[in-house]
């Protein structure tokens, strides 16, 4: 590996030198598609919905995950904006909302990926509260449960590979991380 391959992981990488990866069986993650007018329901949007747009937000706060919502509409909605948005908790930077606000050529249907990422041990209720929003929305993908391939803490805390595919670039598609302390 080059000197400069070794810096950018060192820089992007939020584990880089980690080699214990033992404690992900304590985390599960939650993922799909979905319109995001829909899911959150945005004034003025066109499209349908069951939702008031506060339901993912409240699973969130649930997991002390701060974010906000004007924010991240106002991410989704600058047209050039492909970036992912990756929210983590006060209590613990594993657990953590992502939000992949990609937007494909040809998508008629505004969707983005939404991915959760939690304690095992709130499973059972986010698992049950994800799945009463997953049931509602029109459009969406398959719901996705993970306990053993941690795909979105690989493409988060291991981005260099996981993410940007070794390929970095800083004026392309990027990951930011809200939330994280710098001490």
């Known amino acids: 590996m080059i000197n400069h391959e070794k810096e950018l992981i060192e820089k992007i990488d939020l584990h880089c ?9 304590n ?11 829909e899911l959150l329901n945005i004034e003025n949007s ?16 649930t997991l002390k995950i701060e974010i906000d919502r004007d924010f ?9 904006n492909n970036d992912v948005e990756v929210f983590h908790s006060n209590f613990d930077e594993q657990v953590f909302a992502f939000f992949d606000l990609e937007k494909e050529e040809t998508d008629q249907n505004d969707m ?4 959760l990422r939690c304690l095992k041990k709130d499973e059972p209720i986010i698992n049950q509260k994800l799945l009463k929003i997953y049931r509602e929305l029109m459009t969406s993908s398959p719901f ?26 800083p004026h392309k598609r990027q990951i ?7 001490s």
């Open 144 to 169: 996705e449960f993970d306990i053993l391939n941690h795909r979105l803490y690989n493409k988060t805390f291991r981005s260099y590979f996981y993410f940007y595919d070794r390929n970095y670039n």
């Open 72 to 80: 991240l509409i106002k991410r989704y909605n600058d047209r050039t």
């Open 112 to 115: 983005f990926f939404f991915g």
């Open 176 to 182: 930011h991380h809200h939330n994280l302390s710098t």
């Open 17 to 25: 030198g980690r080699h214990d990866f033992s404690e992900n069986k």
């Open 46 to 61: 066109y499209w349908d919905t069951n939702f008031n747009g506060n339901e993912i937000f409240e699973i969130l706060t």
């Open 27 to 37: 985390y599960v993650e939650f993922s799909f598609y979905a319109c995001f007018y």
